[in-house]
């Protein structure tokens, strides 16, 4: 299983026979098709970390309440309430960025899944097509099946930069 921390693309091998600068590019393509469900998830993500900080907020007070009147200081219901805050806020943080992440893998992925042979679901990325520019196709190299290159297709070798597409 390959970790990229910084380029994701390089958590696919489709994408390695590729500089870095095509791949920013395709990447980007890959985002800004799913970028409405990528709203969705931080809406949805800003909601939660407003109701774990309400939680937090309460869970503090029980805390306060139950500490004896001799050893009750607001110093201390200030600590507890602080240090509860940072490590939500710390594991929020956390969930947010993974979730972010798992989102733009699977949009790469489903990116990337268009452009496979249809018949033995081989990846067509970076082969050059063949024929004229109504009628473009490429040959599979693992079944030997010629593939018509669809509009969304020719568009991802485009941003690679693959033959004359």
């Known amino acids: 299983m390959r970790m990229p921390i910084a380029k994701v693309w390089r958590a696919f091998s489709e994408l390695d026979r590729f500089d870095d600068d095509r791949c920013r590019v395709y990447v980007a393509e890959a985002r800004s098709r799913r970028r409405t469900l990528g709203v969705v998830l931080f809406a949805v993500g800003s909601f939660a970390a407003v109701v774990f900080l309400v ?19 607001d110093a201390l219901s200030l600590l507890v309430s602080l240090s509860t805050g940072v490590v939500w806020l710390v594991a929020l943080t956390a969930v947010v960025l993974l979730v972010r992440d798992a989102w733009l893998r699977s949009a790469i992925r489903d990116r990337l899944n268009t452009m496979t ?26 079944c030997g099946a010629s593939v018509v290159l669809t509009p969304e297709m020719l568009e991802q070798l485009e941003a690679l930069g693959v033959g004359s597409a």
């Open 55 to 73: 939680i937090t907020g309460a869970l503090a007070g029980s805390i306060q309440d139950e500490i004896p009147n001799e050893i009750r200081y």
């Open 117 to 142: 042979c249809g018949a033995c679901r081989y990846s067509l990325l970076g082969l050059t097509p063949r024929g004229e520019a109504g009628s473009r196709h490429v040959v599979c190299p693992e």
